[in-house]
């Protein structure tokens, strides 16, 4: 059985965040792509400022697993995911619920990333 293209795309991002992969982002997102980490905040528009904020995101030690199962409905995909930043020096973890909606060639058009400070926790 072949796996669907969609959730291939959500375990490279996975794997890419974990491996801090900034070529592997850069081909997952296409060029005119938005990122919204957390909703509410200003989104992050185009892939240059989107591979910069992962940069930065790197340079925190970030860390991330599937935390569940994807869910695909349409051009959408969305899934739980478990973030570490900055672990073994006082570490953040963050459960998020992250929304990819894809493009017709299963490249991420936009992500949405669903969490608040209640997601947050320290061990």
Do not use: C
């Not at 965040?17 to 850069?26: G, K, R």
Request: charged share 20%; proline share 5%.
């Amino acid at each position: 059985m072949t796996k669907n293209p969609k959730i291939a795309v959500v375990e490279q991002y996975i794997k890419a965040l974990s491996n801090h992969d900034t070529v592997a982002i850069d081909t997952l997102f296409t060029d005119n792509a938005t990122v919204e980490d957390p909703v509410g905040s200003e989104p992050i528009s185009g892939k240059a400022a989107i591979l910069r904020y992962f940069e930065v995101a790197f340079s925190s030690g970030v860390s991330a697993r599937l935390d569940g199962a994807v869910r695909l409905a349409g051009a959408h995909g969305l899934f739980p995911v478990v973030i570490e930043l900055n672990p073994g020096n006082g570490e953040v973890r963050i459960e998020i619920i992250i929304q990819f909606t894809f493009d017709s060639h299963n490249k991420i058009m936009a992500m949405k990333a669903f969490w608040s400070e209640a997601n947050m926790t320290t061990p």
